[in-house]
């Protein structure tokens, strides 16, 4: 035989050992991947119930410092406007939603029960409107406190009336 009829190249027993290794790396690399992926979507879901939270709050203090009357019934909160507009929250069974004219949002927290009262501070010259929400969240319960500053007016037209 010539020389110049001859190729390098690798046995059969060679090659197979190649595509073992390759399989039981890839294997290797499969489980890895199903455990970060499976890790993931737990942390997301973790984090849409903590952001529905803050996007919650976060609304109803825009809510009770942009609007003018708060009005509680059975399981809904609405919100009247300075110039009319109507914010309303219902809270259903498993999430709330906020609707605001075309505009309405959900957010995952379900509310357990609504206590709307008036406080004063501690120096008994500021009244405040409390409204205190007690949710369900990650299956426990969390106590969510919002204060709107009542004035001297409002005070007054109330008793007017």
């Not at 455990?35 to 119930?49: G, H, P, T």
């Not at 929250?89 to 498993?94: I, K, M, Q, V």
């Not at 959900?106 to 205190?132: C, E, M, R």
């Amino acid at each position: 035989m010539s020389k110049k009829h001859t190729f390098a190249s690798f046995s059969i027993i060679e090659a197979i050992i190649g595509m073992a290794i390759t399989a039981i790396i890839m294997g290797i690399i499969f489980v890895i991947f199903s455990i970060v992926s499976e890790r993931m979507l737990d942390y997301k879901n973790q984090n849409a119930l903590v952001n529905d939270l803050n996007r919650l709050t976060y609304s109803i203090n825009k809510d009770i410092f942009d609007n003018e009357k708060i009005t509680v019934i059975d399981n809904e909160i609405i919100f009247n406007g300075y110039s009319g507009e109507v914010v309303k929250y219902n809270f259903l069974e498993d999430y709330t939603s906020r609707s605001r004219e075309e505009f309405i949002d959900t957010f995952k927290v379900k509310l357990k029960h609504i206590i709307i009262d008036s406080v004063k501070s501690n120096t008994q010259k500021k009244v405040f409107l409390k409204l205190k929400l007690n949710v369900e969240v990650n299956e426990r319960d969390l106590d969510l406190n919002f204060y709107k500053r009542v004035y001297a007016n409002e005070l007054l037209q109330k008793t007017k009336q």
